[in-house]
């Protein structure tokens, strides 16, 4: 059991996550950053790792990733970072970005140096179910990664049967398919769901 899982066995109301973008403001504050909102009270972190062109984000999240690239980051200097993470940080982690980085890295390296500096987990909004689970499910699984799933308010019963099959951890369920930091207006029909 990860430390996401032992989160959520020991506690289940009123759980804390924040989400930033790894090297943004500066370069090389990512742990700083984590260490001082553990301290603040949260529970666990979502640590964006930044892309060029993150098409489902909203401009706060795509202005701190072109910062971010600008100032070099990358997973080589992401994975560089939380090296040394676990020796100042205790609550769960959670990478937060695009595939294609992923790809480009490799997916098997990316979960083995995830776990190697204490990730519990990712959510990777544009990885295919269908991929996760013929290609890549047997990595994240040797390496105690909780791959998150998303679903929204058009996402079919049965395909968040499946993703829930698929889920070791928690199901990320977004209030619209909107990108992030959009105005929401909550209906019923958001209610309901």
């Not at 996550?17 to 943004?24: E, K, M, P, V």
């Not at 695009?98 to 987990?121: H, L, S, T, W």
């Not at 959510?123 to 179910?129: C, E, G, R, Y």
């Not at 499946?162 to 951890?169: G, P, W, Y």
């Given at each position: 059991?990860?430390?996401?899982?032992?989160?959520?066995?020991?506690?289940?109301?009123?759980?804390?996550?924040?989400?930033?973008?790894?090297?943004?403001?500066?370069?090389?504050?990512?742990?700083?950053?984590?260490?001082?909102?553990?301290?603040?009270?949260?529970?666990?972190?979502?640590?964006?790792?930044?892309?060029?062109?993150?098409?489902?984000?909203?401009?706060?999240?795509?202005?701190?990733?072109?910062?971010?690239?600008?100032?070099?980051?990358?997973?080589?200097?992401?994975?560089?970072?939380?090296?040394?993470?676990?020796?100042?940080?205790?609550?769960?982690?959670?990478?937060?970005?695009?595939?294609?980085?992923?790809?480009?890295?490799?997916?098997?390296?990316?979960?083995?140096?995830?776990?190697?500096?204490?990730?519990?987990?990712?959510?990777?909004?544009?990885?295919?179910?269908?991929?996760?689970?013929?290609?890549?499910?047997?990595?994240?699984?040797?390496?105690?990664?909780?791959?998150?799933?998303?679903?929204?308010?058009?996402?079919?019963?049965?395909?968040?049967?499946?993703?829930?099959?698929?889920?070791?951890?928690?199901?990320?369920?977004?209030?619209?398919?909107?990108?992030?930091g959009k105005d929401l207006k909550l209906s019923n029909t958001i209610e309901d769901y």
């Amino acid at each position: 059991m990860n430390r996401l899982n032992q989160l959520f066995e020991s506690k289940k109301d009123n759980l804390l996550s924040i989400y930033f973008t790894a090297g943004y403001p500066e370069h090389n504050t990512t742990v700083a950053i984590a260490e001082a909102l553990e301290k603040a009270g949260v529970d666990f972190l979502e640590i964006g790792f930044p892309y060029s062109d993150p098409v489902a984000d909203g401009p706060a999240v795509q202005h701190s990733s072109e910062k971010a690239l600008e100032n070099g980051m990358n997973l080589n200097q992401l994975f560089e970072e939380l090296k040394e993470m676990r020796k100042r940080v205790s609550i769960p982690i959670i990478l937060m970005g695009y595939v294609n980085p992923m790809v480009q890295y490799g997916i098997e390296r990316f979960c083995k140096k995830a776990a190697e500096v204490g990730v519990d987990g990712v959510i990777v909004p544009d990885l295919p179910m269908y991929e996760y689970e013929t290609l890549y499910a047997k990595y994240f699984k040797e390496n105690n990664i909780s791959n998150i799933f998303m679903v929204t308010p058009q996402t079919s019963e049965e395909r968040i049967h499946k993703i829930d099959s698929l889920s070791n951890s928690f199901i990320y369920l977004l209030s619209s398919s909107s990108i992030t930091g959009k105005d929401l207006k909550l209906s019923n029909t958001i209610e309901d769901y």
